[in-house]
């Protein structure tokens, strides 16, 4: 079963505007990691931000900013002042519980920032 | 530069062909994995290593065989593989297998296999 769903293939904003990528998630595990990684061109997936089931606020790593929605099982990644570097392919993943080895992606975002 | 270095980076073989990919971390982590990413599809888990040990093997076609000889290294190892095993082959390692709560795993930048 999906356990990431990330909606949109394609996502386009302009430069300097805030774009906001879909993620939603299906686990009964109460404890879980959830993880959004870019992957440019040159392949590798680089680490953006992490949130834990149990943090009570929101994480926020400079430009980008996670709003967890625990009840809805949603965990949408907020870039804010696009610049043309964050176009990429944009992944969603989640980590379920001590013990588990398998983190799960989603299907990715490709978002292109426009000048 | 990441800290996880693979070689090659990109690599064409034939189906009747033996070649390896390496995988190399200096960051002391303990886990390294093993990842496929195919187009369209997303990434697929295919082995772990914890503390040089496999720890999970998803199911994954007796072509494709990992090691595992140092908590540095990590090799695939492919022969008689598919055109269907065509794919971007991504390495990543963590600091600890167990521990949930923790800033994410460090990707190498990917081995292009075409099978040809």
């Known amino acids: 079963a999906q356990k990431i769903t990330q909606t949109q293939p394609g996502m386009f904003v302009q430069e300097k505007e805030a774009v906001t990528l879909d993620c939603t998630y299906d686990?009964?595990?109460?404890?879980?990691?959830l993880f959004w990684y870019k992957q440019p061109s040159s392949g590798e997936m680089i680490f953006l931000i992490y949130?834990?089931?149990?943090?009570?606020q929101n994480a926020t790593e400079g430009r980008y900013s996670l709003n967890f929605q625990k009840a809805r099982k949603s965990a949408n990644l907020v870039i804010s002042a696009s610049q043309l570097g964050d176009s990429a392919m944009y992944f969603c993943?989640?980590?379920?519980?001590?013990?588990?080895?398998?983190?799960?992606f989603g299907a990715g975002t490709r978002l292109t920032v426009k000048p | 530069e990441t800290g996880v270095t693979q070689t090659p980076r990109h690599l064409v073989m034939g189906m009747t062909n033996k070649k390896s990919l390496k995988c190399e971390q200096h960051?002391?982590?303990?886990?390294m994995y093993w990842y496929k990413q195919s187009a369209k599809k997303p990434l697929e888990l295919m082995f772990v290593?914890?503390?040089?040990?496999?720890?999970e093997n998803n199911s994954v076609p007796s072509r494709f065989s990992p090691e595992c000889p140092n908590s540095s290294h990590l090799f695939l190892h492919l022969h008689t593989l598919q055109p269907e095993d065509s794919a971007l082959y991504l390495c990543?390692?963590?600091?600890?297998?167990?521990?949930?709560?923790?800033?994410?795993?460090?990707f190498g930048s990917g081995t292009r296999l075409t099978v040809v």
């Open positions: 949130q834990g089931s149990y943090d009570q």
């Open positions: 686990t009964s595990d109460p404890s879980y990691g």
């Open positions: 290593y914890s503390l040089e040990e496999r720890v």
């Open positions: 993943a989640m980590r379920e519980g001590a013990g588990n080895n398998d983190m799960r």
């Open positions: 960051l002391g982590h303990n886990a």
């Open positions: 990543a390692s963590s600091q600890d297998l167990l521990v949930v709560r923790n800033y994410g795993y460090t």
